[in-house]
């Protein structure tokens, strides 16, 4: 086959138009193979190998005129096997292109995959494992994108709803059953409206890149169903194509991905990917050999420095990137930047950020990493989320992120969960609701740097957070206690399913609180799928390896009153900045528009007077917030002063109690907008200073009373007895939807 020189950049497979250049990074190899394959799989395949002999700053390169879009490759690298230096080349492994775009075929796990015999880890293994590899595909980089665009919303108007791509799709009855589990799937407008619906802006998807299924779990019939276990950072994860398995639509599933994306878009809904670029899925010293190791292993991964032989392992995973490393760095920059740039997506959540931050053994909050994303002109410009928990000696490292980064708030979570079940830490749980300034205002960022969430892929679904007291996991293989210290569940005093109505009115209610509590905080919503439709995973808090119908969407038995429900407290989200605030409170008296000065907020005791030390440190179990709608700080897109109604929020995690409602100073009356409670008989205008029954573990949000020209329709969307919902009063939607902002007083 004829070959050229061809260029030492970009890595990987570029076509071109008219052939594909070829460029591999190896510092320590002493020869590369090109391996070309033909054939549709098995004794059939032939392989084709073109030594790569041009090598520029340790970048071996070559172009080859002929090979088009759809041609399957992968490497052969040769260079010393010498494991106690760190150095595992052996050129009979095939091996995957870390800058592959897309991948065909599948790992059949064998032990020609592995570089020693099995029981003696000093051996060496020179069987051929090209016929059980998965390959690297050459694909056609152009995509008529009709003019789509990042959308780049505001986080402070974001509402991100975390999704699995087949978890969401596989069982979705007006999907058409070719594209359920896909892509495709994910973008068909069964799920698109529902998203728009509960005004979702952003989908979080689950690992996406090309990722391995373990052996470990093959052997027991189970998948990695999460995908944390990334091997190709720039490919979309193939089995989640429309065309998978079609030989005349190789290397399809990018397309696909881009299609996803251009409808998501048109939806008005962001994309952000959960990325894993900590390790990768070829494990510790006994793992196999199926990219990075084999192509150059010390300087992709952090090996030990007293025995190289041995990885550093900062994820629990077995090993880590080595981010110390320029092209290791390089790599990760590349791969962020090629799925903004080129598959438009709008952000990424990072797993396990902290360990990309560690360069010696702690964790440096300005490594290489951090300092490459803060100058990088279009990273920089995207979403950026962190998981903040270390597995090493940091630990937890909430608020120790860069300014520009946003970050999964666990001790959001972790207070939510303790004040619903009845053990509430009321100043923690305060400054919870008010954005988490504690964690945050620091390092000059605001309310928006807390993504807050009440559950996520990793635990119980909202559904079985309120069933259930300890996990169930039996399906994993795996025991069966966890205790309720871990989960901080509470399952009403029944484990699991149940047919005590009065427990299911309970349980319903309690999921109300959840969502009402997560979509009127202050900072960044986070809905985990399913959860505003009742999802269970019947009390499995761990579906990693769960690819089945107890961790897919059931859309035949969805909990309708709950969406109606969310997709209301969304409603009211969406449409008063006062709960989308773009700064921390202050605590300081601001003028109302009456001429009266309150603060920007109150906290409440249920008397009505404001809360005292005594009232925070006695043990209560309910807390009044009201919100000044006067007192949000900051100017709208036009530079108008942003105002809004006042609101008063009543959480009560105890037994029923009575409300008196405060003085005239802070309105006149008041509107019940939404009671998780579901009573329908109270009176939907209340008086300052009126008194009022909250129900058992319930909370309530009243809406100042504006007068409008004509009588207010004060009728519910539906009846809140029938539901056992609350919903949105028409009247309040037309008020705020007339005056989101206000210009200022002359």
Not at 360 to 384: A, H, T, W
Not at 415 to 438: H, I, K, Q
């Amino acid at each position: 086959m004829e070959s050229w020189p061809g260029s030492a950049y970009p890595l990987g497979a570029t076509f071109d138009g008219s052939g594909t250049n070829f460029a591999l990074f190896s510092e320590h190899a002493e020869r590369v193979e090109l391996c070309l394959f033909e054939g549709a799989g098995g004794p059939d395949v032939t392989e084709t190998r073109i030594d790569v002999t041009e090598v520029d700053g340790f970048v071996w390169h070559c172009y080859l005129p002929t090979v088009q879009p759809g041609q399957r490759y992968g490497y052969r690298v040769h260079g010393p096997y010498e494991p106690e230096q760190g150095l595992r080349f052996n050129p009979n492994k095939l091996l995957l292109d870390p800058y592959a775009k897309a991948t065909a075929g599948s790992i059949e796990w064998d032990p020609s995959l592995y570089t020693y015999d099995f029981g003696d880890p000093d051996s060496r293994n020179d069987a051929d494992s090209a016929s059980h590899m998965l390959h690297g595909v050459v694909i056609n980089p152009f995509f008529d994108w009709e003019g789509d665009r990042r959308l780049n919303i505001p986080y402070n108007e974001s509402l991100i709803y975390e999704a699995h791509v087949k978890g969401l799709t596989e069982l979705h009855p007006d999907i058409p059953e070719n594209l359920r589990g896909t892509y495709a799937g994910l973008a068909h407008p069964a799920i698109t409206n529902h998203l728009t619906k509960l005004g979702v802006t952003a989908i979080e998807l689950m690992p996406v890149h090309q990722f391995v299924h373990d052996s470990t779990l093959q052997e027991k019939g189970l998948r990695n169903y999460w995908g944390y276990n990334t091997l190709g950072f720039f490919a979309p994860h193939q089995e989640y194509s429309s065309a998978a398995d079609a030989e005349d639509k190789i290397g399809q599933q990018v397309q696909e991905f881009k299609q996803m994306v251009r409808s998501m878009h048109a939806a008005g809904i962001e994309v952000i990917l959960d990325v894993v670029y900590n390790h990768t899925a070829e494990g510790n010293h006994l793992g196999p050999t199926l990219s990075f190791k084999g192509i150059d292993n010390p300087s992709y991964y952090r090996l030990m420095e007293d025995d190289a032989r041995y990885y550093m392992d900062y994820t629990g995973t077995g090993n880590s990137l080595n981010v110390r490393q320029p092209h290791s760095l390089q790599l990760i920059m590349d791969s962020l930047r090629y799925w903004v740039t080129e598959m438009h997506v709008d952000g990424f959540r990072f797993d396990l950020a902290a360990t990309l931050a560690r360069e010696f053994y702690d964790v440096d909050r300005l490594s290489s990493f951090f300092e490459l994303v803060q100058q990088d002109p279009v990273v920089s410009q995207v979403k950026l989320i962190a998981e903040p928990w270390d597995i090493g000696p940091g630990g937890y490292q909430v608020g120790n992120f860069p300014p520009q980064w946003t970050e999964w708030n666990g001790a959001y979570r972790d207070t939510v969960r303790d004040f619903w079940r009845g053990e509430p830490s009321l100043g923690e749980f305060a400054s919870r609701l008010a954005g988490s300034a504690d964690y945050y205002e620091h390092s000059g960022r605001r309310p928006v740097a807390s993504i807050n969430f009440v559950t996520a892929h990793d635990g119980f679904t909202l559904r079985d957070l309120v069933s259930y007291n300890e996990k169930h996991n039996d399906a994993n293989g795996e025991d069966n206690n966890d205790g309720e210290s871990h989960n901080r569940s509470w399952n009403h005093g029944v484990e699991g399913p149940t047919d005590d109505p009065e427990i299911q009115a309970e349980r319903a209610k309690a999921q109300r609180n959840f969502l009402a509590t997560l979509l009127l905080s202050q900072g960044v919503p986070m809905i985990l799928h399913g959860d505003e439709m009742g999802r269970s995973q019947d009390g499995n808090n761990n579906t990693y390896a769960q690819d089945s119908e107890i961790a897919w969407m059931h859309w035949d038995t969805i909990d309708k009153p709950l969406v109606e429900f969310t997709a209301a407290i969304a409603r009211l989200r969406h449409l008063h900045p006062t709960f989308r605030r773009k700064r921390f409170f202050t605590g300081n008296t601001v003028r109302t528009g009456d001429g009266k000065r309150l603060n920007d907020i109150v906290w409440l005791h249920l008397d009505g007077h404001p809360m005292e030390q005594a009232d925070w440190n006695g043990g209560a179990q309910a807390l009044g917030m009201y919100l000044n709608g006067d007192g949000i700080a900051g100017l709208d897109a036009r530079g108008r002063t942003i105002t809004d109604d006042h609101f008063l929020i009543y959480f009560n995690a105890d037994g029923q109690s009575q409300v008196t409602l405060p003085p005239e100073e802070y309105a006149k009356a008041w509107d019940v907008v939404i009671d998780t409670s579901g009573v329908s008989d109270r009176a939907t205008t209340l008086a300052a200073g009126a008194t009022f029954e909250i129900a058992t573990r319930t909370v309530v949000v009243l809406q100042e009373h504006a007068e409008p020209e004509s009588e207010p329709d004060h009728s519910v969307a539906a009846s809140v007895a029938a539901l056992t919902q609350a919903t949105v009063t028409p009247a309040a939607d037309q008020r705020a939807g007339d005056r989101p902002t206000k210009a200022p007083d002359a």
